[in-house]
């Protein structure tokens, strides 16, 4: 499992469900899940790279692991709905590349 795709993410995260999940929460619980996911990495960046101080119960979560969570409950609401994400992460490249394609480049503030 060193080099999975994101279509590979999704179907690691679906045979899964299917075989140990009993069934995929429902979208909205599944968003719940997402928001609180992102807050455990927030907690954790702010501890890590912020001003925050670890707290004992802390120092047994990982950044690795929130990100991993994160990527699990996106592919459980893909799959949900019917996106496949290799095609929208192509699209909104894409999209950020017409968009920002010189942007970013004449942004003084990043000079």
Avoid: P
């Avoid at 909205?28 to 899940?33: F, G, P, R, W």
């Avoid at 954790?44 to 409950?73: C, N, P």
């Avoid at 709905?81 to 003084?108: C, M, P, W, Y």
């Amino acid at each position: 499992m060193s080099s999975l795709t994101l279509h590979d993410v999704q179907q690691t995260v679906d045979n899964w469900i299917k075989r140990y999940g009993v069934r995929y929460f429902s979208e909205l619980t599944n968003m719940a899940i997402l928001t609180e996911e992102v807050g455990e990495l927030a907690r954790l960046m702010a501890r890590t790279y912020g001003e925050q101080s670890f707290k004992e119960s802390d120092k047994q979560h990982s950044i690795a692991d929130e990100l991993a969570d994160i990527l699990w409950v996106v592919a459980c609401i893909a799959n949900q709905t019917g996106v496949d994400l290799t095609q929208a992460f192509e699209q909104n490249i894409e999209k950020k590349t017409t968009r920002d394609s010189e942007r970013h480049l004449n942004n003084q503030k990043l000079k």
